[in-house]
């Protein structure tokens, strides 16, 4: 990677909401690719008004000026806010590249603007020193905002989701055992008020069906979860650590399989799965591929999941980096299959820290979109 004579700058703007914490990424990546020289942020705008002021169906979205390109990150779970096909496709018009990070071609293939589109990769939340995504929070904020937002993040980026310790310790182990942690997903707010809340341009009966349709997605997910874990904890015993996070839902479906909190302690989570770990995980909101996915690729694990419903580009895919279960029979005959061929782990595991390292380290994965968007430059 050379070092740029004349550093392009760039202009960020970015919905500021504290909960919206799946942009940290992209800010994070461009960080970072400022630190090397490799571009200049000019000026960095929170702005609020993404979906309100009609330029895109939601508030996930980090855009981005460069080199007379604007650009636009979309860091949404799926499609569950594109509801108007033409609507999406014009406000399409105002850009020039839209890297989805949940995208599915088929869903753009009658639009006009559908080369504009492109898939961005893997998400999670993490950071860096400096990430503008923080720093914002801190600035022109009232003491309650400060405040709220303090206890919303317990101080995240600082130390807790730097990015760096997520990354592979790259050690190999003679032996494995299985990991299966996870929550459970409560819809008893989603109604139809809620949607049509969100989406004003709904009519009552659109908004009842969309709402039936999460809390039926969500209900399955939950109820899926508990299955996967009571019928794997029967079948591993002791080779498996498997449960759920500690929630009103939890305690209320299954509270036999909520694991210690020292568990899910974040330090203590990010240290057990650099050991000799195989890491089981499921589809995410809306079938998006969970931050759990990309944190075990980042840890280089071996890893067994659910089919992926949206596209990871630049070669990633099903053998190679992960092995799939469509049901629980399956899920437990590829666990076994890897508990019995620590080669096949190592070298899913030399696959994954591979790929982390050139696709999705944020400086990377930003990286790859800007070689798309200007490859004159980059």
């Not at 970015?14 to 630190?35: C, M, R, V």
């Not at 009552?204 to 997910?221: F, H, Y």
């Amino acid at each position: 990677m050379s070092i740029l004579k004349n550093i392009p700058e760039c202009i960020i703007k970015f919905n500021d909401a504290p909960g919206n914490t799946h942009i940290s990424q992209i800010l994070a990546g461009y960080k970072l690719l400022e630190n090397k020289n490799l571009l200049k942020i000019k000026n960095v705008m929170p702005y609020a008004g993404f979906r309100t002021d009609g330029n895109y169906e939601h508030n996930s979205i980090v855009e981005v000026k460069i080199c007379d390109k604007k650009i636009a990150y979309d860091m949404a779970d799926g499609y569950q806010s594109i509801h108007r096909k033409e609507r999406f496709d014009a406000q399409l018009e105002s850009l020039d590249f839209y890297f989805k990070r949940s995208y599915d071609e088929d869903f753009h293939l009658q639009m006009q603007n559908r080369d504009k589109v492109n898939p961005l990769g893997l998400n999670y939340l993490c950071s860096c020193e400096g990430n503008p995504y923080d720093r914002f929070y801190f600035k022109d904020r009232s003491l309650g905002e400060l405040k709220k937002f303090l206890l919303h993040t317990k101080n995240k980026s600082a130390n807790k989701y730097d990015y760096r310790i997520f990354e592979s310790n790259s050690i190999r182990y003679d032996e494995y055992n299985l990991l299966f942690l996870t929550r459970l997903w409560d819809s008893s707010q989603i109604s139809t008020e809620s949607i049509l809340k969100t989406y004003p341009y709904f009519s009552v009966e659109e908004a009842k069906e969309e709402a039936e349709k999460w809390k039926s997605s969500l209900d399955s997910a939950t109820q899926n979860r508990i299955l996967y874990i009571r019928e794997l904890k029967n079948y591993f015993g002791d080779k498996i650590i498997a449960g759920v996070s500690d929630d009103n839902l939890s305690r209320k479906l299954c509270p036999e399989f909520i694991v210690d909190p020292a568990i899910t302690d974040r330090n203590n989570y990010l240290s057990m799965i650099k050991k000799n770990y195989i890491c089981i995980t499921s589809e995410g909101l809306h079938h998006s591929i969970g931050w759990k996915f990309a944190e075990y690729v980042a840890a280089g694990k071996a890893i067994v999941t659910e089919p992926l419903f949206y596209e990871v580009p630049y070669g990633f895919c099903e053998d190679k980096n992960y092995l799939t279960y469509t049901d629980i029979h399956s899920c437990i005959s590829n666990c076994e299959g890897l508990l019995g061929d620590t080669d096949a782990v190592h070298a899913m595991e030399f696959e994954n820290k591979a790929y982390y390292e050139s696709h999705v380290r944020p400086d990377m994965l930003v990286l790859d979109s800007l070689k798309i968007a200007l490859p004159e430059i980059f």
